[in-house]
Every structure is written in C-alpha cells, then in structure tokens.
C-alpha cells in the first residue's frame, strides 16, 4: 500500500466550505528538494482572500475558473524528513519554515520544497507555531515599514487595523525602528496594543483615526479599511500611505501619485519577492526576535482537520494576532 500524506483541496473558489479534507500520495523530494514533516500551518487573511478567488484580478495567478493549485495553505514549519541527492543545506532533523508561495499545499501533513526556496532554519526558542506565522504578517509588515517606508526614528506612524497578525507585528516593528506608534482597533485590543509599545490607541468604532487632527510619516493600512484618498489629509508633506491590499482604486492612485505630488500611496506583494529577499528579511525578523523586541502573537490553535473552522474564525474579523493548524 503507498504512502499517502493529509491536506486540504480547493477545486472552486468560495467560502470557508468549499475546503475538503483530501489524502495523497506521498510527495518524494526531487534531487534539490526537501521534504518537510509540517508541524504547525498558518491560517491568514490572506490565505482566506485566495481561497475565495479575491480581488478577482488576482486569478490571473491563482487560476481563472477554480484554483490552479489545487491545496490551501502558504505558510509553515516543521522538520525534514527526507533530502535529494544533491541537496547541501539541510540535512534529516532539521527543524525549519518557509513559505509555499503558489505552489500552496501547507495547510497539510507534508510538504517538498526546493532547497533554495523561501525556506529557514527554525530557532529553538522560537516554538513551530510561531514560526508558522512568520512569513505572512510579519515578513509582510517588516517589509513595507522598512523598504516601502524606510521608517526613521522619531517619524510618526499610523497602523491602521492594529490586532491582526500584519497589525500586531506592525506595532512591535514600528516602535523598534523608532517610530512614534499610533494604532487603531476595536476598544477591546487598546491594552492588548499598548502592551506591544502603540504609544497612543484609537478605538475606531468612537472616532476615524484619519479625522482626529494628527498627521502621519507613514500610515500602514493593514486591512484594506481606507483608501489613499481618505488618508491624504492625515499625512505629512511627504507622507506615504501604504497598504498590502491592492484594489483598483490604489493601483489608480499609485500611478497618479508616483508622477504627482509629494505624498505617495504604495502597494507591495511581499509573498512574491524572490526566495533570497525572504530569506534576508525573516534573517532581521529573527534578529529581533533574539533581541526580545519581537512576539508573534497567537490567538487560536485548531487542529489540521479543524481547518474550515479555523479559516471561519478567520473571517469573523475578531482575530487577535495570528491563527494556526497542527
């Protein structure tokens, strides 16, 4: 009887229960590929939002009428199993994370990946769950606050959207650099907010962050919840408004602002930098996590076979941090 390995199929795009528990057969690493017993998977926003298929543009890379990949689930850790023969970077035992990228995949029991690919050796004082949510909100935010905004000690930064995995990370990286921390969240997340360094915390739901008579360096808008054009009052003469969900109306604004004016609207796809950039990137995440002034936050734990559940509570907005299967 083969082996066979546990994952989660997407044939159409859709809500939490288009997600079907599948079993495979069992991947075998290629000559530079590893193969990865996954300890602990992410569940995102972002891994909801290519589920469902949207922006609906975004299906040119995901697969026009279903998924093209076929699995759910981007990011990841856990320890190698089994290594090609040419592979030179790992060996069997070691404890690592990565990313999938399109190859998708993660939310499962096993995974292969390429040697040179968005893959890390994992720390041991960082547990498998956290490392698991390292490359979507926290490589996501260190990016664009550090080569999108170029954050500057003393600059004042806006985090809008501030309990959620990109949010919270966003907090934490934006007070290393620095920055002045002002974030925005339901009344329920402000002493969560404070503890991760904001320096100041807005409930939305009593007063617009943007409204209040402050201008901003930078504003991050980390959920999609604004738009350059309701920011711009709230920025500086050279302020940057930036946000990592790309909708028609800022990919507009980009370009306009990229030929006009001083204040700038930015869009990055941080997930699609090539492997030796995330590497580079998560290398300075976890300097900082060595230094204390980095904790993912974790919310909630569900067991793999709990993933329609997980991707549920995902969609509710009332996240806190980072959610995980295992």
């Not at 066979?4 to 000559?31: C, E, H, I």
């Not at 409204?211 to 504003?219: A, E, P, S, W």
């Not at 030929?259 to 030796?276: E, V, Y």
Request: glycine letters at 10%; aromatic letters at 8%.
């Amino acid at each position: 009887m083969k082996a066979t390995f546990d994952a989660w199929d997407v044939t159409r795009y859709g809500g939490p229960d288009v997600l079907k528990p599948v079993s495979r057969p069992a991947p075998q690493p290629t000559a530079g590929q590893v193969l990865i017993r996954i300890r602990a998977s992410a569940v995102s926003r972002a891994d909801g939002l290519m589920r469902a298929g949207q922006p609906k543009f975004a299906r040119l890379f995901l697969g026009l009428k279903r998924p093209r990949a076929g699995l759910s689930g981007t990011c990841f850790s856990g320890e190698i199993i089994a290594v090609g023969d040419e592979v030179t970077k790992y060996r069997v035992g070691d404890a690592v994370f990565g990313e999938a990228g399109l190859q998708f995949g993660a939310n499962a029991t096993h995974i292969c990946l390429d040697q040179n690919g968005s893959l890390l050796k994992k720390p041991d004082t960082v547990s498998h769950e956290e490392a698991a949510t390292l490359f979507d909100g926290a490589m996501t935010s260190w990016h664009f606050l550090t080569r999108i905004a170029g954050v500057q000690p003393g600059q004042k930064v806006l985090i809008l959207g501030g309990s959620g995995s990109l949010g919270t990370a966003a907090v934490q990286f934006a007070k290393a650099l620095g920055a002045q921390v002002t974030a925005s969240a339901s009344g329920r997340n402000a002493d969560l907010l404070r503890s991760l360094g904001a320096d100041h915390v807005v409930d939305y739901k009593a007063q617009d962050p943007l409204t209040r008579g402050t201008t901003y360096d930078v504003i991050f808008d980390t959920l999609g919840v604004a738009s350059f054009g309701a920011a711009k009052a709230a920025l500086t003469k050279d302020g940057t408004y930036m946000c990592p969900v790309l909708g028609l109306a800022l990919l507009r604004d980009m370009i306009l602002t990229g030929l006009f004016g001083h204040k700038k609207a930015r869009f990055a796809a941080a997930g699609m930098s090539k492997p030796a950039v995330h590497r580079a990137e998560l290398a300075e995440i976890l300097a900082l996590m060595a230094k204390n002034a980095f904790a993912p936050v974790m919310d909630r734990t569900y067991p793999l076979a709990d993933l329609v559940e997980a991707h549920r509570y995902v969609e509710t907005g009332r996240k806190r941090g980072n959610v995980v299967v295992v």
